[in-house]
């Protein structure tokens, strides 16, 4: 079994591995920014794709990385923060 710390991980290097991970499975379509201030605007795609599922859908898409410090640790509670930064997110936007 392979074991992934993405724990040590910065969060800028999580949002590109994320990145990195959209343009591998969605193509090239997938345009990237990052960093503080990018409004979320982690990736974005104005054409169709076959997101989320199988089927064909019409853009746009609007990906937003999302890195929880110690998500991964042993007894961590991730869902309260994560669901707390993607709100703030949402009303940033």
């Given amino acids: 079994m392979l074991e992934y710390r993405l724990d ?3 969060w800028a290097d999580f949002e590109k591995l994320c990145q990195a991970l959209l ?7 997938v345009e990237a920014w ?6 979320g605007n ?3 795609c104005q054409v169709p794709l076959r997101y989320p599922g199988s089927e064909v859908q ?4 609007q ?10 640790a042993a007894g961590a509670k991730p869902r309260p923060p994560l669901l707390a930064a993607v ?6 936007i």
């Fill in 8 to 10: 040590d991980l910065h």
């Fill in 23 to 29: 343009k591998a499975k969605l193509g090239v379509g």
């Fill in 34 to 39: 990052g960093g503080n201030g990018d409004w």
């Fill in 42 to 44: 982690d990736a974005y």
């Fill in 58 to 61: 019409q853009g746009p898409f």
């Fill in 63 to 72: 990906f937003q990385a999302k890195f929880i410090q110690g998500a991964n």
């Fill in 87 to 92: 709100k703030r997110e949402c009303q940033r």
